[in-house]
C-alpha cells in the first residue's frame, strides 16, 4: 500500500474501533441494566421475531451499499437510484411486515407479537432513506463520522430504553430504543453528509447496482435465515424463556467477536478494493489481517468461555444462570467468525459476489442438516452442532481463497495455530487460577488480569508480530 492508504488505514482502524470499542462497552452496559430489569421471557419475545425484521433488512439493502463502495469511479446516477430504489423498498417490505404479523404471532401462539413485529417493521422505512451516506462514509474512510453518529444514538436510545423499562414497559423498552436509535442516526447521517440527490432515476446504474447486489442480495438473505434459524425453531419448539436464555448468551459472545472483527472488516474492505489487481499485495496485506483478527478475537472467546459463570452472575443476576453452558459452547464456534468473514470479504474484493452466493448456499444446507439433527436433543447439543457447522463452513471457506490468491486452508491454518494454542492454554491457566475463589467478582478481576498478564507477555517472549503491529496502529495518527 502507498504512504497515503497505508496512512488513511491506520486512521480507519484507530477510528473503527473507538466506534466498535464504544458501541460495545455502550452496548454491553445499556444490555446489563435492561437484562436486570426485565425477563429472560421478554427478551425472547423480541428474538422471536428477529428473524423477518433481519430478511427484510436484507432485501432493503440488496447489496447496493457494497455496490456503491466497490465501484471505482460513482457517479451521481448511481447514489441517486440506490436512495430511490431503497426508500421504495423499504415502504413496501414494511408493508409486508404490517399485513404478516398477525400470521407471525399465530406462528408462535403469543398474540403481543403482532404489534412487536409491525413497530420493528417500521425501521425499514427509516434505513431506506441512508444507505448512500453510509456507503459514502466507508467509502471515504471516514470513520470518525460513523463513530460519532453510532456513539450519540446509542446513548440516547440506550437512556430512553432503560427509564421505559424502569417505569414498567416490558418487552416495548427494546422496540422503543431500537426505533429511537435508527430516527437518531438517520437524523445525524444526513445532518453530517452533504450529499442530496441531484439526479434522476437511472437504468444503466440500477443495472450496474443489481448486476452486483442481486447476487450479495441472496447471499445476505441466506446467511441472515441462518443466523436467525437458531432462534426461530428454539421460539417454536421450546418457551420464550428458553428462547432468551439462548439469545443472552449469544449477545455476549456476538458482542465479543463479531464487532472487534467489524473494526477491520469495514476498513480493509475499501482498502483492500484499492488494491484488487495485485494478487501478491492482497495476498500479504489479507494474511496479516487474518492473523490479526485471530490475535484478538481468540483469546477474548476463550477468556470468556473460562469466565462464563462468574460473567453472567456477577453482571446480571442469577436469573440468567441457565444461559452460562450456552455462552461457554457458543464461544468455541464464535471465536472462528472473523477468519469466516474476512475469507468471504476477499471475494466482494475480488467482484465474484457468484461465489459469495455458491458458497452461502452450500454452507447453510450443512447448517440445517446438522440443526435438524440436534433438535431432539435439546439447546445444549444445538449449541454443540454450531461448533461442528463452524468448522466445516470454515474449511469450505477457505477454498476459493485459495483459489484466488493462494492463501488456502492449511495456510491459514499454519498462519492461526500459534495464536490458537497460546490462547488455550491462557483459558486453561484462567480457568485453574479462578476455581478455588469464592466471589463471582473476585473470579473476574483475578481471571482477566492474570489471563492479560500471560497472554500479552507469551506474546512477547514468543515474538508474536502482530504484538508489534497492533501497537504500531495504535501508535499512528
Not at 413497530?119 to 459514502?136: M, R, T
Not at 453482571?315 to 467468525?337: E, N, R
Not at 470479504?345 to 447448517?367: A, P, Y
Request: charged share 10%; hydrophobic share 55%; aromatic share 12%.
Amino acid at each position: 500500500m502507498s504512504d497515503t492508504l497505508k496512512q488513511k488505514a491506520a486512521r480507519g482502524v484507530v477510528w473503527t474501533a473507538v466506534d466498535q470499542g464504544s458501541y460495545l462497552g455502550l452496548t454491553f452496559v445499556i444490555g446489563v441494566i435492561l437484562a436486570r430489569l426485565l425477563s429472560p421471557d421478554e427478551f425472547g419475545l423480541l428474538a422471536m421475531i428477529a428473524v423477518f425484521n433481519s430478511v427484510a433488512q436484507a432485501f432493503l439493502d440488496s447489496g447496493f451499499g457494497a455496490a456503491l463502495i466497490r465501484k471505482p469511479q460513482l457517479s451521481e446516477a448511481d447514489r441517486s437510484t440506490a436512495l430511490y430504489f431503497n426508500i421504495a423498498a423499504g415502504a413496501v417490505l414494511f408493508g409486508v411486515l404490517f399485513l404478516a404479523a398477525p400470521w407471525i404471532a399465530q406462528f408462535y401462539g403469543r398474540p403481543i407479537l403482532t404489534g412487536l413485529v409491525r413497530w420493528e417493521g417500521f425501521l425499514l422505512v427509516i434505513s431506506g432513506f441512508n444507505i448512500v451516506q453510509q456507503a459514502q462514509l466507508t467509502r471515504d474512510l471516514n470513520f470518525k463520522a460513523k463513530a460519532i453518529i453510532r456513539v450519540v444514538s446509542t446513548v440516547l436510545s440506550g437512556v430512553v430504553a432503560i427509564a421505559a423499562a424502569y417505569h414498567g414497559a416490558g418487552v416495548w423498552s427494546l422496540v422503543v430504543m431500537h426505533v429511537s436509535s435508527n430516527i437518531i442516526q438517520l437524523a445525524m447521517l444526513w445532518l453530517l453528509s452533504s450529499w442530496r440527490p441531484h439526479s434522476g432515476w437511472s437504468g444503466e446504474s440500477f443495472r450496474y447496482l443489481w448486476g452486483f447486489g442481486s447476487k450479495m442480495l441472496a447471499s445476505s438473505v441466506i446467511d441472515r435465515v441462518y443466523t436467525q434459524i437458531y432462534p426461530m425453531v428454539i421460539g417454536k419448539f421450546f418457551s420464550a424463556a428458553d428462547l432468551g436464555q439462548y439469545s443472552r448468551a449469544t449477545q455476549f459472545t456476538t458482542l465479543a467477536s463479531h464487532l472487534p472483527t467489524n473494526v477491520l472488516q469495514q476498513v480493509t474492505f475499501p482498502v483492500l478494493s484499492q488494491i484488487q489487481q495485485d494478487n501478491q499485495r492482497l495476498s500479504t496485506s489479507y494474511r496479516r489481517i487474518l492473523r490479526l483478527s485471530a490475535f484478538f478475537i481468540f483469546p477474548i472467546m476463550i477468556g470468556l468461555a473460562a469466565l462464563g459463570r462468574p460473567f453472567v452472575v456477577a453482571l446480571v443476576t442469577d436469573k440468567w444462570l441457565p444461559c452460562v453452558p450456552y455462552l461457554q459452547i457458543i464461544c468455541f464456534a464464535s471465536m472462528w467468525f472473523p477468519i469466516h468473514a474476512i475469507n468471504l470479504n476477499l471475494l466482494q474484493v475480488k467482484g465474484r459476489s457468484d461465489l459469495f452466493l455458491r458458497l452461502e448456499i452450500v454452507k447453510k444446507v450443512i447448517v440445517t442438516v446438522v440443526m435438524v439433527i440436534t433438535i431432539p436433543f435439546g439447546i445444549i447439543a444445538m449449541c454443540v452442532g454450531r461448533i461442528v457447522t463452524s468448522l466445516l463452513c470454515l474449511f469450505i471457506n477457505t477454498y476459493y481463497t485459495g483459489k484466488l490468491i493462494n492463501v488456502g486452508f492449511a495456510m491459514q491454518m499454519r498462519d492461526l495455530l500459534p495464536t490458537l494454542l497460546n490462547s488455550l492454554a491462557m483459558g486453561a491457566i484462567i480457568y485453574f487460577v479462578t476455581l478455588p475463589l469464592s466471589s463471582d467478582w473476585l473470579q473476574l478481576g483475578v481471571g482477566f488480569v492474570v489471563g492479560a498478564a500471560y497472554y500479552l507477555a507469551s506474546a512477547r517472549l514468543l515474538r508474536f508480530p502482530e504484538l508489534s503491529e497492533a501497537l504500531a496502529v495504535m501508535r499512528r495518527k
